[in-house]
């Protein structure tokens, strides 16, 4: 499985940004989707998750009601829609694929496919 994210920039507070991650595998239904975040010096952090069929969601509690995880699978597409972004959320931004997984896996070791990252910058 390859993951290809896009979508990350400069963006000042109180802006949004809509990050992309297009997998290329035949059977991406199959595979729960997750979005991951890297501040510099900091561990990598659970953001949002979603079940397979798209039907299910979960959030870490700083994100909740600013970010909105979906997925196509007709396109193989997942995507994180953040709106109110604060500098906080400055990070580098992961898409992980874990077949079968769960939404409620907030530890990155729970994922074993990942994407190489898209940076986020939220200026002040």
């Known amino acids: 499985v390859q993951l290809q994210a896009s979508g990350g920039g400069l963006v000042q507070a109180g802006g949004s940004l809509r990050l992309s991650c297009t997998a290329s595998?035949?059977?991406?239904?199959?595979?729960?989707m997750g979005w991951f975040r890297q501040a510099r010096g900091k561990e990598r952090e659970f953001v949002a998750a979603i079940s397979m069929s798209g039907i299910s969601t979960y959030y870490a509690d700083s994100v909740k009601t600013r970010f909105t995880i979906s997925r196509d699978n007709t396109g193989n597409t997942v995507y994180l829609q953040m709106n109110s972004l604060k500098p906080e959320d400055t990070a580098v931004y992961y898409c992980a694929a874990e077949q079968l997984g769960s939404v409620r896996d907030v530890q990155p070791l729970k994922y074993h496919y990942w994407g190489q990252g898209t940076l986020v910058t939220v200026s002040s």
């Open positions: 595998v035949r059977t991406f239904s199959r595979y729960t």
